[in-house]
């Protein structure tokens, strides 16, 4: 049996999205699950291996639910252009390059170590059409320590000849790669992925929801992102009463035994909310993406006051950073343009909710997790704000939003995922 405990300033969000702050506490983890939270080190624990953290703060891991791996090298670059063009500029050719070997270990290498230095402990990651890469990908992930899903990206159409798959061989491949890595890995896990309905036939669709059927694969994808391509997506599917539903018709849209997360839903209606809903869909509200390829401001309040799931996604190299505080931060702040341009009576997100978002609904794709509750699994980071010096005296809630905002300034001491450390440098 393994125990440990760990003392500090314990911050997380309960289920009513309220962040709780308990001051100079214990936080108990054995064989990889939170044990409790306590005032005082019970009895029983006081000979298990303790770390006293002082005055830092320890969080949940933060949770990242849609970002593109193969996009890390060129992140903060062609931010000029809406989405669709800059698809075909930057992330088709740049993805293409992946069919390298070499040139994917490099690019990879410097994505892997820089996740697993941020205070993400758990992400759902695409890769690029190619298998070799995207198992490479995976088995640095692996050694990471941390807990991803990792998807081998179809494309049968729309996209330049170096960059397009054969629809047979692209099914096949997929239900190989996954036949392979399904059992192969302790933390890493395939994920089904669409690239968009833009760039699948109806006829790799259907292949995919054959081999998500028969696996029980999660499945990752993009939905209602960017006017263009909503448009783009009605006439490529005149039989899809809206964008969700060129998904739910093929079986990839959530429901029994299909986990989903879908990014963006920028422009998700009535109709398309209530299959949302009714599927169990995650979203991964990117709202860093959402202002830089210039698609819009997603109704977030809208979805948390119906009962959606929300997370949240760093999404680079739409987005130019990895860290899901950077994300926070944008959603508080777009929350507000949305409110104030767009419909005043759907008030702005409150920190404590996108801390909410970050962790603990996010998290809840991934199992029981994003939290400190009982029996959730371990996953915690332990941060320095010593550096945001302030003669003011401040509450804890106020320490914690400067970090939230601040983040850059703030240090990592430490980081567990499934209770298990993982090393920083």
Known sequence: MSRFAWKGHICHTNENKKTEIFENSWLLCEDGLCKGIYKELPEEWKNVKITDFGDKFIIPGLMDLHVHAPQYTYRGTGMDLELLDWLEKYAFPEEASYSDIEYAEKAYSVFVRDLKNSATTRASIFASIHVPATELLMDMLEESGLKTYVGKVNMDRNSPDIYREETSASAAETEHWISETENKYKNTKPIITPRFIPSCTDELMAELGNIQKLHGTAVQSHV?????????????????????????????????????????????????QKLIKERGVWIAHCPQTNMNVASGIAPVREFLDNGLKVGLGSDVAGGSSLSLFRAMTDAIMSSKLRWRLVDSTKHQLSVDEAFYMATRCGGSFFGKTGAFDEGYEFDAVVLDDSALYTPKKLSMHDRFERICYLYPEVKIVAKCVAGKSIELK
């Open 224 to 272: 209602s992102e960017n006017p263009s391509e909503i448009v783009w997506v009605k006439e490529l599917c005149p039989s899809s009463e809206f964008y969700s539903d060129a998904y739910d018709r093929f079986g990839l849209f959530g429901g029994e035994n299909c986990p989903t997360v879908m990014a963006h839903c920028v422009y998700s209606d009535e109709r398309e």
